[in-house]
């Protein structure tokens, strides 16, 4: 009986729950999305003060610009690596098992309404405009309008700022440690909800879409999950070992987190929770700081193997011809997309419109064969992303030498 009181068997227990209610009472299920909603909205009130905290107090700590622009650099280039193999691997993949081949869907059957406000939100996506997106317009509407970058920013120009004006700064810096304790105290409390949201958001998600959904594009979910499972006990496991890291011990170390993820379909929900047990882990606070909200945004494998299966699969059931010079050309063009709708609702989406108007070859409307089932594979996503992002912090910090092996020595493989 004691295991019930451990929080991750409560949410395996609520997502079980979660998912008979959906299957056998369909119409009740759909009307308990509220429930994993409000969760959502919960956690990501307090993403923004978490992360301005921790990242003022670890910047403002380390009090050297250098060291932050070096752990920023690294961070930068293990992103760009790692999503490129993520697109590659997600690329072979497709072309191996071909998961949209005979469905031979024409332009006339594709339902293009149902994709029109993608294409429209598509539309505005620039690299400017992403760019620009990074300041916000007031120091409070970052955290009003919950942006992560945009609060990561702040975070940085605070930290440092308030780490150069020395033991003046000393107050304030003791002052927000503790608010940042306070923060993660009330994430604590709020997990405790977490059984109950995961319950609800299965059951939207079952009594919505219905089971039958995943047969009819089964092919295609299980290339996802599969090419998934490759890049995160494969590619992550090599990178994990290589580092000196073992990736099951990993795992179980963030068990509670990735069954948050899973029963919400979200990352972010489990954002503050990754946050607090790096550093545990043993990574110094500023490279949590520094690498989590921005690997967020940067580091999303799962959403780039995503997108790289569903644009040739749309292709194939659209039988649009993709010669091996357009398949790399999407893959680059991925490259720079799959970082422009960060934070965006239904970024995916609108990632994927952005890609196939750019490359002009696949037909935009194929996105209609694919959202009924998008909300079945969101959770390989948010998982791959999770998981990608906890190695990402690992890895970094030891390659920084800011990682701290007595405290992490239950990671070590």
Same mark, same amino acid.
């Given at each position: ?14 997502? @079980? ?5 959906? *299957? ?16 959502? =909205? ?37 992103? $760009? ?27 006339? =059957? @594709? ?54 004006? /020395? ?7 003791? @002052? ?23 319950? /609800? ?7 919505? *879409? ?33 580092? /000196? ?10 068990? $509670?987190?990735?069954?948050?993820? %899973?029963?919400?379909?979200?990352? $972010? ?17 500023? %490279? ?8 967020? =945004? ?7 193997? *995503? ?20 398949? @790399? ?31 002009? =070859? ?40 800011? *990682? ?10």
């Amino acid at each position: 009986m004691r295991y019930l009181r451990l929080l991750y068997v409560q949410v395996l227990i609520g997502i @079980l729950i979660g998912g008979t209610i959906g *299957y056998v009472w369909p119409g009740f299920g759909a009307q308990l999305k509220p429930l994993g909603d409000a969760f959502v =909205s919960l956690i990501k009130m307090l993403i923004g003060p978490i992360i301005f905290t921790t990242v003022v107090v670890g910047i403002a700590g380390m009090g050297d610009l250098k060291k932050a622009g070096k752990v920023g650099f690294k961070a930068f280039v293990y992103f $760009e690596v790692v999503t490129t193999l993520a697109l590659l691997i997600g690329l072979v993949v497709a072309n191996v098992f071909t998961p949209g081949a005979g469905f031979h869907a024409t332009p006339a =059957s @594709l339902d293009a309404k149902a994709v029109a406000g993608y294409t429209t939100a598509a539309q505005g996506m620039s690299v400017v405009d992403t760019l620009l997106h990074l300041i916000p317009k007031t120091f409070v509407s970052a955290f009003a309008e919950g942006d992560i970058l945009q609060v990561l920013l702040l975070a940085l120009l605070f930290g440092l700022a308030l780490g150069r004006i /020395g033991d003046h700064g000393r107050p304030v810096m003791n @002052l927000l440690h503790e608010v940042a304790r306070v923060f993660f105290g009330i994430v604590e409390i709020v997990s405790k909800l977490a059984p109950i949201a995961a319950a /609800g958001a299965m059951a939207f998600t079952i009594g919505k *879409y219905g089971i039958g959904t995943l047969f009819i594009l089964g092919k295609l979910m299980l290339c996802v999950y599969l090419t998934c499972g490759l890049f995160i006990f494969l590619l992550l496991g090599a990178i994990m070992r290589a580092s /000196g890291f073992s990736l099951w011990k990993m795992l179980k170390y963030i068990k $509670e987190e990735l069954l948050i993820v %899973v029963g919400t379909s979200s990352s $972010e929900t489990a954002l503050p929770g990754l946050m607090d047990k790096m550093e545990k882990a043993g990574c110094a606070r500023p %490279v949590v700081g520094i690498v989590v909200p921005a690997g967020y =945004s940067f580091n999303l494998d799962g959403t780039c193997i *995503y997108l790289t299966m569903a644009a040739l699969f749309i292709a194939q059931a659209t039988d649009t011809p993709m010669t091996l010079t357009q398949q @790399l050309a999407l893959m680059a063009v991925l490259l720079l997309t799959s970082k422009g709708a960060a934070g965006v609702t239904g970024s995916g989406f609108i990632t994927l419109a952005a890609t196939l108007a750019t490359t002009g =070859s696949i037909p935009v409307a194929g996105i209609a064969l694919i959202i009924g089932v998008d909300r079945f594979m969101s959770e390989a996503r948010a998982i791959t992303n999770f998981i990608g992002n906890a190695v990402a912090t690992l890895v970094i910090a030891k390659w920084n030498g800011d *990682y701290d092996p007595e405290k992490g020595r239950d990671l070590v493989s």
